[in-house]
């Protein structure tokens, strides 16, 4: 089978390198606005084939994988839920627009395609999901990054606050899971993953702390419901290749693929 992958950045190339020993995949369509950096990985990786629009290809490929932006997801999705073409989302913070989400889940439904939502950067999402089949009375995330994983930012700016001149450990935000997605839409797609597997965009609550003395990227969820209570700490290594974007996501992408793409899941 032939799957594409759009985005060859920390994500998209620690994916490429993975699946180009995976018998089951023969070719990795690639896209990427920018031609160089896709180019340049189709020299290294022989699987790569790079294609500066992916339509042509659609109907050759059993999955595409968006490893590149919110705007990357919201041109993709339809394209390829559109043709019936199954697809994986990393940038899920893009689901917060409630219209995107409803629009995108329909057409799933209606042309029988699926929509993967990988865990990414935050373990625990299996339970919260088994969890929130019962009543659940709150759902809070504490992401703790240092200053080197906020890059400019809005936000942030009309606050006054410039994260690179953070020095002892500060609250940059607390509210609701969707004003978190939106003020911080390359920092905090795991606020949108536990809240779809959750109780939703406004009832998950987030505090987003900059610690100059921390080298990982800190995600601590708790939540509380008729299940019982959970409590999970993930601190995970930055990508050597972007410090917004934590190594472990990559690996839960490409364990995502492999579980697609295989015959045996455990943990589903
Ligand atoms: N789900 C999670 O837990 C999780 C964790 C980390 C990152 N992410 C998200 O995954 C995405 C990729 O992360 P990354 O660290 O690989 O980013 P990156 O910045 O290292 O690379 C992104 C690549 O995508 C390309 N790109 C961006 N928008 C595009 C578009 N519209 N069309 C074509 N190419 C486009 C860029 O040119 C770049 O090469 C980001 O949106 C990031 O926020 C999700």
């Known amino acids: ?35 160089e950096c896709a180019t340049r990985l189709q020299e290294k990786i022989p699987k790569v084939k790079y294609v ?10 059993k999955l ?6 919110q705007d990357a997801a919201r041109y ?12 994986l989302i990393m940038s899920i913070g893009v689901f917060q627009d409630e219209e995107f989400q409803r629009d995108a889940f329909k057409l799933a439904k209606r042309k029988s395609a699926k929509i993967f939502l990988p865990s990414g950067a935050i373990g625990g999402i299996d339970a919260l999901s088994a969890a929130s089949l019962e009543e659940i009375s709150e759902v809070t995330l504490t992401t703790t990054k240092p200053p080197s994983a906020f ?32 003020h911080f839409p390359q920092n905090i797609n795991v606020a949108a993953t536990i809240s779809l597997a959750g109780i939703g965009f406004e009832k998950t609550m ?10 990982t990227n800190e995600h601590h969820l708790k939540a509380k419901g008729k299940f019982g209570e959970l409590d999970v700490v993930t601190r995970n290594v930055p990508s050597p290749r972007n410090p917004k974007t934590s190594y472990l996501a990559a690996l839960s992408a490409i364990s995502a693929i492999r579980k697609i793409t295989g015959h045996v899941w455990v943990g589903v």
């Open 1 to 35: 089978m032939n799957i594409c992958v759009i985005g060859c950045g920390a994500i998209g190339t620690t994916i490429a390198r993975a699946v180009e020993p995976m018998q089951d995949i023969a070719t990795i369509y690639l896209t990427d606005r920018s031609k």
């Open 52 to 61: 500066p629009d992916i339509l042509p290809i659609l109907n050759d490929v």
């Open 64 to 69: 595409v994988v968006e490893a590149a932006s």
């Open 76 to 87: 993709y999705a339809p394209l390829a839920l559109s043709a019936g073409v199954d697809i």
């Open 151 to 182: 890059g400019p930012n809005a936000y942030l700016e009309s606050k006054g606050i410039k994260a690179s001149e953070v020095r002892e450990r500060t609250e940059l935000f607390a509210g609701s899971a969707r004003e978190a997605v939106r």
């Open 206 to 215: 987030i505090r987003i702390v900059c610690d100059p003395q921390v080298q």
